[in-house]
């Protein structure tokens, strides 16, 4: 059960209030709000009300990894990043991430927080993390085009050849998606295409190649038909 002063404090924005409420009963920090299935950090954050959510997380009963309710996600999500260092720094672990979510390394690298990023792999973050669907920050990176976000993770050792559960690897999508920027720097790094993959890769690049030449060349190709 919430305690409904407690919320009704934090929703109000009482600022006073919720110390002394905390103060009083600690182990309250962590109710969710039966009507919006959202934790106190959340509507406090969602409120814009960051000093709350600071005394809530500074709370010897605050949990760091509420199941479902990743406080460390939610921060970067709404650009807390202040907080979402505070929360690293108390012990929140990088690599949780409720199920079909994306990780919060992910959710940094999308959003160009790489200080952010960085401290989350200095704090155990894992560059390899995968989705439900076998994702990784460097493939979704690498199809998206994101430069910055792939330099970031093949300098933190990422695995450059690791396949999502449909056989895709980094380069794969990265030559699909025509990001020839990536698709270099991937090549370089010694990437490889996927198994699976790879006579298909080869096949577009010849019919790229030939449509190239097509356009380039009319006359002297329907010389030769």
Same mark, same amino acid.
């Given at each position: ?18 110390k002394?409420? =905390? ?5 309250s =920090? ?13 509507i ?26 990743? +406080? %460390?996600?939610?921060?970067?999500a ?9 929360? %690293?720094?108390?012990g929140a672990? +990088? ?24 401290? #989350? ?7 390899d ?8 920050? %460097? ?16 300098k ?19 030559y ?32 790229s #190649? ?16």
């Amino acid at each position: 059960m919430i305690d409904h002063e407690l919320l009704s404090a934090v929703m109000q924005g009482d600022s006073t209030k919720v110390k002394e409420l =905390v103060a009083q009963k600690p182990e309250s =920090v962590n109710f969710i709000c039966e009507e919006s299935g959202k934790s106190l950090f959340e509507i406090a954050l969602e409120a814009g009300y960051s000093n709350i959510a600071t005394t809530l997380l500074k709370s010897e009963e605050f949990d760091l990894n509420l199941p479902a309710h990743n +406080p %460390l996600r939610i921060t970067i999500a709404l650009g807390y990043i202040e907080l979402a260092k505070e929360l %690293l720094n108390l012990g929140a672990n +990088p690599n949780y991430r409720p199920e079909q979510i994306s990780s919060s390394l992910l959710l940094c690298l999308e959003n160009e927080y790489f200080d952010l990023a960085q401290l #989350m792999v200095d704090k155990g973050a894992e560059v390899d993390i995968r989705n439900n669907k076998g994702w990784t920050p %460097l493939i979704w990176t690498s199809i998206k085009g994101r430069k910055l976000a792939v330099d970031f993770l093949i300098k933190n050792g990422a695995n450059i050849n690791i396949c999502n559960n449909d056989g895709w690897n980094a380069i794969t999508g990265a030559y699909f998606k025509n990001r020839k920027d990536i698709v270099n720097i991937l090549s370089k790094e010694g990437a490889v295409f996927s198994a699976r993959f790879s006579e298909a890769a080869l096949l577009s690049s010849y019919q790229s #190649m030939a449509l190239l030449w097509f356009k380039r060349f009319p006359s002297y190709i329907k010389s030769q038909i």
